[in-house]
């Protein structure tokens, strides 16, 4: 029997016009989601999400947000065409959309909690000086040796922050030691592909926000799932509300493990997966490790207007 998984991208997705098409075709969204988290943020959210431009979504402050409720719009509209998953996860960012489509999080909680994330990751990232690079063609073991010589070269942090596939893992840190690293990868015959998020997500570097985080973490209401729940942090499955707080306590510290995410819906028995959401990174990132996989996007789904194609 086909098992479905829905799976929300994290910062990396976002791109000029991301809500258009949703906002064009279920205009009620707009109401229920758009305007309501204008309302709770502050940010002109629905006018970025339908007409904003690439320059609108450099502030991670802005585009994690607008990810977010772009991949919920995403979702309603699949519920809305009788789709439901059977067991969720979410990348990094992606983490918060999977607790809110598991019962775990209420979605005006979530977005705040998004908010508080960026806000604190980018004070850090503004106050040390920091970068992020994809490298692809080392092994993690390779990597994290050359992390360390970079770190002993530099005096200063870099640290693997997210495994994404098989040959592709994520490097975060002070951008003096990524710059060393980049050239040490590059020599050892790796291609590298900085990255723009702002701040150093998934490093040690985070340990102070971790702290401030974890207060409101602790006055938010947290649900037990309502349905099989995968974790990026972990790699492992969500059984309580307890662990969803500490999940996403040791988020902003601990690296992505997205292929171990991966696999543990896999062997739940998961054989279709759906990115709900902009773009098709995170599609892309399956098929790496599940080449045998069936990868659907959201608008391979039922954002066309003609109904449910999976």
């Known amino acids: 029997m086909t098992r479905t998984a829905f799976v ?17 075709r279920r205009p009620q969204l707009a109401d229920t989601y758009f305007r309501a988290a204008d309302d709770l943020l502050g940010i002109p959210l629905a006018r970025i999400c339908r007409d904003g431009s690439d320059r609108d979504l450099e502030d991670p402050v802005v585009a994690q947000p607008a990810v977010f ?3 919920l719009a995403a979702l309603e509209v699949l519920r809305g065409e009788g789709l439901e998953p059977d067991a969720v996860a979410g990348h990094s960012l992606g983490e918060y959309m999977a607790l809110v489509a598991a019962g775990v999080l209420e979605w005006t909680d979530a977005l705040w909690l998004v908010r508080l994330r960026s806000e604190l990751v980018a004070t850090v990232g503004d106050r040390v000086g920091s970068a992020t690079a994809a490298v692809i063609g080392l092994s993690r073991r390779d990597l994290a040796r050359l992390c ?22 994520v490097v975060s840190g002070e951008a003096e030691a990524v710059s060393h690293l ?9 291609r590298v592909r900085p990255l723009r998020t702002g701040g150093p997500f998934h490093s040690s570097l985070l340990r102070e926000a971790e702290a401030e985080f974890t207060e409101t973490l602790i006055a938010t209401a947290f649900r037990d799932p309502e349905l099989p ?19 996403l306590r040791g988020q902003l510290t601990r690296p992505v493990r997205w292929t171990e995410a991966v696999a543990t819906l896999a062997d739940s ?8 959401g902009p ?30 194609t999976l």
């Open 8 to 24: 929300f991208p994290g910062q990396g997705s976002e791109c000029a016009g991301m809500g258009r098409e949703l906002l064009a």
């Open 69 to 71: 409720l772009t991949s």
């Open 148 to 169: 360390a010589e970079s770190r002993a070269a530099t005096d200063q942090v870099v640290e693997v922050a997210g495994d994404n596939e098989p040959r592709q893992t």
């Open 182 to 190: 980049i050239g040490a990868a590059r020599a050892a015959g790796a």
């Open 229 to 247: 729940l995968v974790s990026s942090v972990t790699g492992g499955r969500i059984e309580t509300a307890a662990e969803a707080v500490v999940a």
């Open 269 to 276: 028995g998961a054989d279709r997966f759906v990115e709900v």
């Open 279 to 308: 773009g098709r990174v995170l599609g892309g990132l399956v098929r790496r490790i599940l080449p045998d996989a069936r990868v659907h996007t959201t608008r391979t789904a039922a954002l066309s207007g003609g109904g449910a």
